[in-house]
């Protein structure tokens, strides 16, 4: 079956990978491209013959690999570059990996980028990876114009989507609707002093987010002290003995947040003994306990307790499902916004397929001029022949300027791969002298 072309000026546009939604995390796993192995990996891909240049985007739920070619290759082909030899004794299923071409290549990217394409909807993480994916093959000098103007018009894309629509609103992780959740019951964080129970993923997690929320005041506490002791230096804290949960909490916070994997409960209204109703110390604030644990760290006793609020997972739940409906709404106007800027990035492509042609005739046109005017010299003064030079290339450039302009909108507007070829073979045999023409013959 005949191929069409997906050529631009000589690049032929490609990109193969797998995500969540066609592979297992398994075969995610095999074939992710770890950050230190990112540079060998792809120098492994611009050494093959007919790559002009390639970027690898590799998170933990896609690995992905944009390829600009001098020639078409199938896809075999780009399956072997992207798992190079990585699965060697694994039989892959074809149906866990994409692959696709000319303007779908873009779509998919600009998705990408925007968040239309991720397990969570909207996430600003892909962003600025797809930003550093980008740097790490420019500064490896591993891609070429078409990637470069394809990545940067990515990033423009999802900055464009998150600006104009609600699509990244919202916590939808526990992690960041429990800093959320802080931020809307105390406003303003500077003067808010936290202790964060559990090092674990979701406790440093919640922790980080309090931090950039504004929370400077901290106290860890871990069964690990020596987590503890991590994660209150990056915080800038101080660490809780494990064995200070055994009494009373002499310290005075405001917020409390548990993410343990206890079996039972660890904190009880007699642990807050001496925290509740403290509204005082705390400049008449609440005390507020978010318990993230499954099975739950706090009694539920606790939410009881005089001017003490107390948040589960399934609370921040709710508040999440709100948050990826909200953000579900917005995917029309996202996809529009995307569209947009495909369209414009196919403009551009379209009139690059074209300039090497506009160069070449440019250049022709010129000697052409410059041969008449050579040939014809002696039939002016010299007092003319200046003039007549300046005449006959406001002669050219005005003919030119009209020529290019209608080229290039029709290069915009049509999706014509050969065009730069009809327009060169029109043309094929300006640069050779004509032959004088015969004189009139007498009646």
């Given at each position: ?7 631009i000026d ?61 020639e078409?290759m199938?896809r ?18 074809d ?25 969570i ?15 790490d ?14 990545l ?5 894309s ?46 440093r ?5 309090l931090?950039?929320?504004?929370v ?5 506490c ?60 705390r ?13 739950r ?6 939410g ?45 492509r ?32 010299p ?61």
């Amino acid at each position: 079956m005949a191929r069409t072309p997906d050529r631009i000026d000589g690049r032929h546009l490609a990109v193969i990978g797998l995500n969540h939604k066609v592979a297992d995390v398994s075969l995610r796993e095999q074939i992710a491209v770890a950050p230190e192995m990112r540079e060998r990996f792809m120098n492994r891909v611009v050494e093959c013959p007919h790559v002009a240049g390639g970027i690898v985007l590799s998170t933990c739920n896609r690995t992905e690999l944009y390829l600009s070619t001098t020639e078409w290759m199938d896809r075999e082909q780009l399956q072997a570059l992207l798992v190079q030899d990585r699965c060697s004794g694994v039989e892959l299923d074809d149906q866990c990996f994409y692959v696709y071409r000319k303007g779908d290549v873009p779509r998919h990217l600009f998705r990408v980028s925007a968040g239309l394409d991720s397990m969570i909807l909207g996430e600003h993480q892909i962003l600025a990876q797809v930003k550093q994916a980008y740097a790490d093959a420019l500064n490896a000098r591993q891609t070429d114009a078409v990637l470069n103007r394809l990545l940067t018009s990515a990033i423009e894309s999802g900055k464009h989507v998150r600006q104009r629509t609600r699509i990244s609103m919202g916590a939808v992780s526990v992690a960041y609707a429990a800093a959320e959740l802080a931020r809307q019951i105390y406003g303003e964080m500077g003067d808010v002093s936290a202790l964060v129970i559990g090092s674990g993923k979701t406790g440093r997690l919640t922790a980080r987010h309090l931090y950039e929320a504004g929370v400077r005041r901290w106290w860890v506490c871990s069964r690990s002290s020596e987590r503890a002791g991590e994660l209150a230096r990056e915080l800038g804290g101080h660490v809780l003995p494990w064995t200070a949960l055994q009494q009373p909490l002499e310290i005075d916070v405001h917020l409390i947040v548990s993410a343990t994997a206890a079996s039972e409960t660890i904190l009880r209204p007699e642990h807050f003994k001496h925290l509740a109703g403290r509204h005082a110390r705390r400049n008449g604030m609440p005390l507020t306990c978010v318990d993230l644990a499954m099975p739950r760290d706090i009694d539920e006793a606790v939410g009881r307790l005089p001017g003490t609020y107390l948040y589960n997972v399934d609370n921040l739940q709710d508040v999440i499902q709100d948050n990826l409906a909200l953000r579900q709404q917005e995917t029309h106007c996202a996809r529009l916004i995307t569209d947009e800027d495909v369209a414009a990035f196919e403009a551009w492509r379209r009139e690059r397929r074209v300039s090497r042609t506009i160069a070449q005739l440019t250049s022709k046109f010129e000697d052409v001029r410059q041969r008449e005017m050579a040939e014809h010299l002696n039939d002016f003064s010299p007092g003319d022949r200046e003039q007549a030079e300046r005449f006959s290339k406001r002669l050219l450039n005005a003919v030119l300027h009209a020529a290019i302009g209608n080229l290039k909108r029709t290069a915009r507007e049509r999706e014509d791969d050969q065009l730069p070829e009809s327009v060169r073979d029109i043309f094929a045999k300006l640069d050779e002298p004509t032959d004088a023409p015969e004189p009139a013959q007498k009646s």
